[in-house]
């Protein structure tokens, strides 16, 4: 059976990203002997050029009717005084709620051949595994009434039981299945929504006895986490918070040009990477598309259970990087500067021998 794949690579580095993880998704297809069907549709502000509208509904059907959906990157300095329902963000938060996809993943996985490259300490970051759950569809960017005049501006916070209890239970799961640790992180000794978010997430952990629950402050876990993110297995925080402590994870791996993610529902699925689509080297071909590539492996695991192809793809990664090859934004001195072509090219050489050799009882790195 096909499996149908939309692609949605944006503004920006995104169309060269996108690029070079489907250059990787029709390699591992082949040699996994399984078939997609890949459709591409305008998101963003390019989009919005073609259509006056961030987000058509024919491109929101389009992901409707997939298996998953590949962003690349949205948004560019042209279109930063639109209004806000007509930036190219306002497309992503639509489709996130059009798709109901509440959960976000986004793992911090620190590759050895770049534990210098974090402005960090090796013996900081060295060995750093830790996952951040942000709930993707309530909280202040979703929350009414929102709005300014010429005397105030305001947000509101707000979330229902349902939203906390689904989020807490999908990373009560994953600690399960990885140290038996979650945090859960808040505001509650100031927000009353916190101290509900803390109270549900406490009656949802009864039904995981098995998993230690710490709660910790969201500015004491900005800083824990660059003081000693090891400490960390599972973490799980709302909107707000969850999208700044997974930037702080950029600190951790010395990029956000390689920082994964999946953004989950009940039903449907998106892929992209944590950088934004840095307009400034857009065109260039010197961008880093190892996060869409990664954002691809966990395609691969979490919508097509192919987990073997994941690890396949995320060890094909680690050992071109242990190979020195770098785009110039994580590259050190000694390390061999790639284009992002050449960094795709590189990465599908080495899936194919990782390949042959896991073919062969071998598997090794």
Known sequence: MTQLITLLSGDGIGPEVTKAAVKVIQHTAEKFNTSFTL???LIGGASYEE?????????????????????????????????????????????????????????????????????????????????VFRELTGGIYFGQPRGYDEHKGFNTMVYGKEEVVRIAKQAFEAAQRRNKKLTSVDKANVL????????????????????????MY????????????????????????????????????GSLGMLPSASLGTKYALYEPVHGSAPD??????????ATILSAAMMFEYSFEMATASQVIFDAVERTLDQGYRTAEIAMEGDTVVTTEEMTDIVITNFEKIFNDQSLGVFTL
């Not at 998953?68 to 007509?86: C, D, I, P, R, S």
């Not at 993943?105 to 770049?114: A, D, E, M, Q």
């Not at 080297?281 to 190892?290: C, Q, R, S, V, Y």
Request: hydrophobic share 40%; charged share 25%.
């Open 39 to 41: 459709q591409e549709k």
């Open 192 to 215: 009353e929504v916190s101290q509900f978010w803390r109270k549900v997430v406490e009656e949802v952990a009864s039904d995981y006895p098995d998993v230690e629950l710490n709660h």
């Open 51 to 131: 259509y006056g509208t961030p987000l058509t509904e024919d491109t929101l059907q389009a992901c409707y009717d997939s298996n998953a959906v590949l962003l690349g990157a949205v948004g560019g300095y042209q279109w930063e005084n639109l209004e806000h329902h007509l930036k190219p963000e306002a497309a992503l938060l639509k489709l996130r709620k059009s798709l109901g996809l509440f959960t976000n993943i986004r793992p911090t996985n620190v590759f050895s051949p770049l534990v210098d490259s974090s402005s960090l300490k090796r013996e900081v970051i060295e060995g750093t595994d830790y996952v």
């Open 218 to 253: 969201v500015d004491n876990a900005a800083m824990q986490i660059v003081r000693d993110p090891k400490q960390f297995d599972v973490i799980v925080t709302s909107n707000m918070f969850g999208d700044i402590i997974s930037d702080i994870s950029g600190m951790i791996t």
């Open 281 to 290: 080297i857009a065109g260039k071909n010197i961008a880093n598309p190892l």
